[in-house]
């Protein structure tokens, strides 16, 4: 059942028309300008340009100059007036042109942002939407997943969605929320992914995980564009009689502990993909997770596939090479279910 299906279920009914993960995404924004006129977009070419992926395209003519403000490029200015702005009752929503430029504001993030609640009391009502990942042969500057640097962060909660369905809703989420979010927004999903969305208004619970496989055999855990992956590895190995359970966190800090371990109870094998690097990143905290909360519950030792210690390389070829593939995932699984 897919998540729209079970959502349906609750009472929802859709629209006719299937919308990409980029429009469920600018769909989010404009339903959120119009409900809260205290919601606006700060960044570089977000106006009349409508952004480096068209994400805001429109909504200049919608909202006007003083709620869509196209900056210089200083994500460090930007991100830390987004700060001043949130302070002062606004909701501002900054679009990052890469998620690799998050870098550049770095300071306002992690020593502004999320510091001021703990020190003040004050909430940071902000959204950094941040195009992140692999797979458009951008090369090392532009291709990142650089979610692990936030989410070791206190103070701030980070979010991949991997659907349009889960893009739009969490990002609505997002913005109501009193917390800075950073939302990672994978951007090889942008133009590949068509689903029908709610005609209602809807949310997904930040810190909320969804099962969109179930299985008996091994967990495979992950996020973002790596669950296509892992469900087409869980679809062939079901032809070899291997039942495969695939469980998307959605939101990486807070995490949904409680539906990894008990996926973990269910199987007693686990599997963890993501597009993070291999060492001190994502991957590493589920396994810690995992052993934490579930230890005991293991047949096998815990599988880690990500991506090797190096920059991400331009070449085709090598990018592919660097990337985890459908085949090194099923190879993975197989490997620990024999074990």
Same mark, same amino acid.
């Given at each position: 059942m897919s998540i729209t299906e079970q959502e349906a279920a609750k009472g929802l009914t859709f629209q006719n028309e299937e919308s990409t993960y980029l429009q469920a995404i600018s769909q989010g924004l404009g339903e959120a300008m119009r409900e809260d006129e205290t919601v606006i977009q700060i960044g570089e070419d977000i106006g009349e340009f409508g952004g480096a992926f068209k994400v805001t395209k429109g909504l200049i003519d919608e909202f006007g100059e003083e709620r869509v403000i196209d900056t210089p490029l200083s994500e460090s200015g930007f991100i830390g007036a987004a700060v001043g702005a949130a302070l002062m009752g606004l909701r501002p929503v900054v679009e990052v042109q890469y998620a690799d430029f998050l870098s550049c504001g770095w300071d306002q993030i992690v020593n502004v942002a999320a510091k001021i609640h703990y020190r003040t009391g004050d909430p940071v009502p902000m959204v950094i939407r941040a195009p992140s990942g692999a797979g458009l042969r951008a090369g090392p500057f532009h291709s990142q997943s650089p979610e692990g640097w936030f989410a070791h962060v206190p103070g701030l909660k980070v979010v991949a969605p991997a659907?349009?369905?889960?893009?739009?809703?969490?990002?609505?989420?997002?913005?109501?929320? /009193?917390?800075?979010?950073?939302?990672?927004?994978?951007?090889?999903?942008?133009?590949?992914?068509?689903?029908? &969305? /709610?005609?209602?208004?809807?949310?997904?619970?930040?810190?909320?995980?969804?099962?969109?496989?179930?299985?008996?055999?091994?967990?495979?855990?992950? +996020? @973002?564009?790596?669950?296509?992956?892992?469900?087409?590895?869980?679809?062939?190995?079901?032809?070899?009689? *291997?039942? !495969?359970?695939?469980?998307?966190?959605?939101?990486?800090? /807070?995490?949904?502990?409680?539906?990894?371990?008990?996926?973990?109870?269910?199987? @007693?094998? !686990? !599997?963890?993909?993501?597009?993070?690097? +291999?060492?001190? @990143?994502?991957?590493?905290? &589920?396994?810690?997770? *995992?052993?934490?909360?579930?230890?005991?519950?293991?047949? @096998?030792?815990?599988?880690?596939?990500?991506? /090797?210690?190096?920059?991400?390389?331009?070449?085709p070829p090598l990018e592919d090479a660097y990337l985890p593939q459908v085949e090194e995932i099923t190879t993975g699984i197989t490997k620990l279910v024999a074990y």
């Open positions: 659907t349009p369905f889960d893009a739009k809703g969490l990002l609505r989420s997002a913005i109501e929320d /009193p917390n800075p979010v950073i939302f990672f927004e994978h951007k090889y999903l942008y133009r590949r992914l068509k689903e029908r &969305l /709610p005609r209602e208004k809807y949310k997904i619970d930040i810190g909320r995980a969804s099962v969109r496989r179930d299985g008996t055999d091994v967990s495979v855990i992950t +996020y @973002g564009a790596m669950l296509y992956k892992a469900l087409e590895a869980a679809k062939q190995l079901n032809t070899n009689g *291997i039942s !495969v359970e695939v469980v998307d966190i959605r939101t990486i800090n /807070p995490l949904d502990k409680a539906a990894i371990i008990a996926s973990v109870k269910k199987t @007693g094998k !686990v !599997v963890i993909v993501t597009e993070d690097h +291999y060492s001190f @990143g994502v991957s590493a905290e &589920l396994a810690a997770t *995992i052993n934490e909360g579930a230890f005991e519950y293991l047949d @096998g030792p815990i599988e880690r596939i990500a991506p /090797p210690d190096t920059p991400i390389p331009y070449s």
